[in-house]
């Protein structure tokens, strides 16, 4: 497994789209039991994206719009491709299609087991801890 065998696309169509929604409901439903309701918040107008390894759809993430920010969320990794710079690639792709869209910061609520991963693309905690889904989170920001 090689991250730079991973293409990053929009996912602007309806068969993309069902593949960005497997793997959540593989990561988020199935392996960390986060309700289907709670799982498809806001996804109406939500900008979808995938990585792709070949043909095979192996990680996901969305950006929802804000007046003020760009909102990242719902971003998953396929578990046997983790830890190969997948979900940085999604992380960069996603950052600068929000920064395209005329975004000059990013908000996510970041899992607290994750933070780590998004403290080293330069997002800063902000606030205290609290939960979502019954697993905890805290808000992270970065300019764009
Ligand atoms: C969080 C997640 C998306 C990370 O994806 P990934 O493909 O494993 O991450 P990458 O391999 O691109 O890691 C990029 C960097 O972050 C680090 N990193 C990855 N996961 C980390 C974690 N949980 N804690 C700390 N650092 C982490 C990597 O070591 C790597 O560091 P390096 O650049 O120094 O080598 C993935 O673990 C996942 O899908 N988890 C389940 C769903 C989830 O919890 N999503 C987050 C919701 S907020």
Redesign the pocket.
């Known amino acids: 497994m090689n991250?730079d065998e991973i293409r990053v696309v929009v996912a602007d169509d309806d068969r993309l789209k069902q593949m960005a929604y497997q793997i959540r409901r593989r990561?988020?439903i199935e392996?960390?039991g986060v309700p289907e309701s709670i799982e498809l918040d806001d996804d109406g107008r939500a900008i979808h994206v995938i990585a792709l390894a070949g043909a095979r759809a192996v990680?996901c993430a969305r950006i929802v719009p804000h007046r003020d920010y760009a909102k990242i969320g719902r971003?998953?990794?396929e578990r046997e491709?983790?830890?190969?710079?997948?979900?940085?690639?999604l992380l960069d792709f996603i950052l600068r299609e929000a920064r395209t869209l005329g975004y000059r910061r990013a908000v996510?609520?970041?899992?607290l087991?994750?933070?780590?991963?998004y403290l080293?693309a330069g997002f800063k905690p902000f606030g205290p801890e609290f939960d979502e889904a019954a697993i905890p989170h805290r808000r992270m920001e970065r300019e764009l």
């Open positions: 991250a990561v988020f392996e960390q990680g971003m998953a990794v491709w983790r830890k190969h710079g997948v979900g940085r690639r996510l609520h970041a899992q087991h994750a933070e780590g991963f080293k």
